[in-house]
T-cell receptor, first 113, second 113 residues
Framework: EAQVTQNPRYLITVTGKKLTVTCSQN?????MSWYRQDPGLGLRQIYY???????DKGDVPEGYKVSRKEKRNFPLILESPSPNQTSLYFC????????????FGPGTRLTVT | GNSVTQMEGPVTLSEEAFLTINCTYT??????LFWYVQYPGEGLQLLLK???ADDKGSNKGFEATYRKETTSFHLEKGSVQVSDSAVYFC????????????WGAGTKLIIKP
């Protein structure tokens, strides 16, 4: 089944404790991205990657890191999480830059206390 | 710049009622327009799209027409069901934003039996 998977689905952590949210897609898509969803703000893009070893900042990159060492994986790293990073995070992929449909993972709900 | 404005929710309707969710946009160039749907506890999925003026996208009984003269892409359904309860996002993409998706804030739809 074609899908985007994220882990963990739920995470509660404390301020400053490094964490990684994994994202993997099995559709051989070139383009992957991370979003955060907050009430009233819709989806805001954190980082995106057009291909292996090619990443770029989205609208809200501060406090996040990403890497794209292989095509299928695009982990999101929070080196020192803070409470304002409490949010619902989505990973998404699509076949290429001009491909219209994005495929979303199920989301990761992160709480930082 | 590029932006999407959606009507605020929640929108509450009775089953079999007619639905309209308004979406207007500003964009440089010629955007493609999308509606995505997010069911409770899930990621977003593409509902319908339109890539040029006067195109009508349709899926699962939902329709939206790309109106360049009014810069709108309103979502409609003639008879809603309880299973349509979800959050609906309007989005656009344009060449000059490297086809990044620009999102509206989302509209929560609640259908009562």
């Amino acid at each position: 089944e074609a899908q985007v998977t994220q882990n963990p689905r739920y995470l509660i952590t404390v301020t400053g404790k490094k964490l990684t949210v994994t994202c993997s897609q099995n559709m051989n898509h070139e383009y992957m991205s991370w979003y955060r969803q907050d009430p009233g703000l819709g989806l805001r893009q954190i980082y995106y990657s057009m291909n292996v070893e090619v990443t770029d900042k989205g609208d809200v990159p501060e406090g996040y890191k990403v890497s794209r060492k292989e095509k299928r994986n695009f982990p999101l790293i929070l080196e020192s999480p803070s409470p304002n990073q409490t949010s619902l995070y989505f990973c998404a992929s699509r076949p290429g830059t001009v491909s219209y449909e994005q495929y979303f993972g199920p989301g990761t709900r992160l709480t930082v206390t | 710049g590029n932006s999407v404005t959606q009507m605020e929710g929640p929108v509450t309707l009775s089953e079999e009622a007619f639905l309209t969710i308004n979406c207007t946009y500003t964009a440089t160039g010629y955007p493609s327009l999308f509606w995505y749907v997010q069911y409770p506890g899930e990621g977003l999925q593409l509902l319908l799209k339109a890539t040029k003026a006067d195109d009508k996208g349709s899926n699962k009984g939902f329709e939206a027409t790309y109106r360049k003269e009014t810069t709108s892409f309103h979502l409609e359904k003639g008879s809603v069901q309880v299973s349509d309860s979800a959050v609906y996002f309007c989005a656009l993409s344009v060449l000059d934003s490297n086809y990044q998706l620009i999102w509206g804030a989302g509209t929560k739809l609640i259908i009562k039996p």
